[in-house]
C-alpha cells in the first residue's frame, strides 16, 4: 500500500509526527504553506465563529458580498430569545467602493441597520479588501455608537496571515469592550461564565442544567445563545470556564489580568472529561453542598449512560478512527471518547494545536499514531488510506475528502445539528458512530471491494 509519506511537502515534514519512531518533536504555530491547500481558514472566519452567537447583536460585514454569504448559518448557535445573529449583513463593497472608499457606505448601512433591528450592540468586521483600501473603521463606528447611543465595535479581522487564531485574537479584543460596562449586583459568589462554547445543538442548555443542579449560577454565556447585558457584567462572576483551545482563552487572560477572575480550561465531550469539568469545579468553590449534588448529578447520569455505551463497544471495540479538528484541545476528549467506546485512533491532527497539545496528544495515544499540524486534503487522503481507518471525524471541508476515500464521517465541528456535548452528549456521539461505522454500504466501497484490510464490519 502507498504510504502517506510520498505525498507529504517537503517544507512540512516537520509538522508531522509518528508515535514511535522518534522523540517526540513536532513544529507548529508556522503560517500555511503557500499553495498546500490548508484545512485553515481566514481572519474573518476566526472571528465571526466566536462573535456571531451574540443573538441579540448586530452583525455587520464590511467587505464583498461573498464573505457575508459564506457566514450565512454557517453554525448552529441555537438562541433561547432573539435570532438576529441569522441575519448576516454585508455593506456589499464594488468596484467604485474599493477605488473612492467604503466609509460612508459603512456609515449609512450601520445607521439603517441600526434603526431597523434595534441591536443591543453592533459588531462590525473588517474583511481582506478593507485592509487594502485602509477605511477607518474605528472612526466611523464611534460615529454611529454616538449617534444612536448603541456600543458599535469594530473588528479588525482581515487578512489570511495567522488564520482563525489571529480572529480569535481579535474577537476576544471585541468582547472585552463590552466587559465590565453592566451591573454586577446581586451575583452569587458560586457562579461562573461559560466560555468557548457555541450552543451548536443546545447543548449550552444541557451545561447550564448541570450547573443549575449543582447549585452554581452561570453570569454570561460566551458566547453560544449570548447576550450583549450579560456579557456586560460578566466580570462578576467568580471564575471563568475555557472549553475551546483557542477561540476565548484571549479574554479570559484579559479578565483574569483586569478583574482577578481565575479561569479554568474544561472539556464537556465525553464521560472522563465531562465528569472532571463538573468536580473541578466543585472543587473550585470548595463548598461541601455543591460537591454532594455533583456526586449526585454524575452518579445519576451515569447510571443511565453506561449500560447503553456498553452495548455499543461489543460492536464498535476494534475499529480505527482519523480525527481532524479546529482546536487540539478538543482532540483530547474525542481520543479518550473513542477508547472508552473500544476503537482505536490512529491518526489525530488540528489547525490551531500548540507544542503543548500536540505533547499531551503523544502522551494519550498509542504508538503508530500520526499527529498532524495544519494538515492539507492531499495528507489526510494518504493518511486515511495508509491507516485504513472506519471513520474520520471532522467538519464541514473534512467531509468531502472522507466520502470521497470511501470512509464513514461524524461532524463534530459547528455544522452539526445533534448535541455532542455532555451525558446525553456522548450517547448521542456513540450512537452516531455506531450507525456510521457499521453501514454496510462500506463494504461496496471500491478500496474495500478491492482487497482493503476490511475494518468495516461484514
Not at 72 to 77: E, L, N, Q, T
Not at 120 to 131: D, P, Q
Not at 385 to 398: C, P, R, S
Request: aromatic content about 8%; hydrophobic content about 40%; charged content about 25%.
Amino acid at each position: 500500500m502507498k504510504t502517506a509519506s510520498a505525498v507529504i511537502f517537503e517544507e512540512r515534514k516537520d509538522q508531522i509526527y509518528r508515535k514511535g519512531d522518534a522523540p517526540f518533536d513536532i513544529a507548529c504555530n508556522k503560517e500555511s504553506l503557500a499553495g498546500a491547500v490548508s484545512q485553515r481558514a481566514c481572519v474573518f472566519c476566526g472571528s465571526r465563529v466566536v462573535l456571531y452567537p451574540i443573538a441579540d447583536a448586530l452583525h455587520l460585514i464590511h467587505g464583498p458580498v461573498g464573505c457575508a454569504v459564506y457566514t450565512w448559518d454557517i453554525r448552529g448557535a441555537l438562541s433561547s430569545g432573539r435570532q438576529l445573529h441569522r441575519l448576516s449583513f454585508s455593506t456589499d463593497l464594488q468596484e467604485k467602493d474599493v477605488i473612492f472608499g467604503g466609509e460612508e457606505k459603512l456609515y449609512l448601512a450601520l445607521t439603517e441597520l441600526i434603526d431597523r433591528h434595534n441591536p443591543k450592540a453592533a459588531f462590525v468586521y473588517s474583511t481582506c479588501i478593507v485592509g487594502l483600501i485602509g477605511d477607518d473603521l474605528d472612526s466611523v463606528c464611534a460615529r454611529v455608537s454616538k449617534e444612536k447611543d448603541v456600543s458599535v465595535i469594530p473588528v479588525q479581522s482581515e487578512g489570511f496571515r495567522g488564520n482563525k487564531r489571529a480572529g480569535y485574537e481579535a474577537a476576544c479584543k471585541a468582547l472585552f469592550r463590552l466587559v465590565g460596562t453592566g451591573d454586577t449586583n446581586n451575583i452569587s459568589p458560586y457562579s461562573l461564565n461559560i466560555m468557548g462554547d457555541f450552543n451548536l445543538a443546545g447543548e449550552i442548555w444541557i451545561i447550564r442544567d448541570y450547573f443549575k443542579r449543582m447549585g452554581i449560577e452561570v453570569v454570561a454565556n460566551i458566547t453560544g445563545d449570548g447576550r450583549v447585558d450579560d456579557i456586560r457584567r460578566a466580570h462578576g462572576a467568580a471564575l471563568n470556564l475555557v472549553q475551546c483551545s483557542g477561540s476565548t482563552l484571549d479574554l479570559a487572560k484579559m479578565m483574569e489580568q483586569s478583574y482577578d477572575i481565575p479561569y479554568m480550561r474544561v472539556s464537556y465531550c465525553g464521560v472522563e472529561d465531562m465528569t472532571e469539568s463538573l468536580y473541578a469545579v466543585a472543587r473550585f468553590f470548595g463548598d461541601l453542598r455543591i460537591m454532594e449534588r455533583t456526586e449526585k448529578l454524575v452518579k445519576e447520569e451515569l447510571s443511565v449512560l453506561y449500560p447503553k455505551l456498553r452495548e455499543y463497544r461489543k460492536v464498535l471495540a476494534g475499529k480505527r478512527a482519523a480525527i481532524y479538528v479546529g482546536g487540539a484541545f478538543k482532540a483530547f476528549s474525542m481520543v479518550k471518547t473513542l477508547r472508552l467506546l473500544g476503537m482505536k485512533v490512529v491518526m489525530v491532527g488540528s489547525q490551531t494545536g500548540t507544542r503543548e497539545d500536540y505533547l499531551e496528544l503523544e502522551e494519550i495515544t498509542d504508538d503508530g499514531t500520526i499527529i498532524v499540524d495544519d494538515a492539507n486534503p492531499l495528507e489526510l487522503s494518504a493518511f486515511i488510506k495508509e491507516k485504513d481507518v472506519d471513520i474520520f471525524i471532522g467538519g464541514v471541508k473534512e467531509r468531502p475528502i472522507a466520502y470521497k476515500m470511501g470512509v464513514g464521517f461524524c461532524d463534530h465541528n459547528h455544522e452539526r445539528k445533534e448535541a455532542l456535548e455532555g451525558f446525553s452528549g456522548m450517547l448521542n456521539f456513540a450512537r452516531e458512530v455506531h450507525s456510521t461505522v457499521m453501514s454496510p454500504v462500506w463494504r461496496f466501497v471500491p478500496r474495500r471491494a478491492e482487497g482493503g484490510t476490511g475494518n468495516a464490519n461484514n
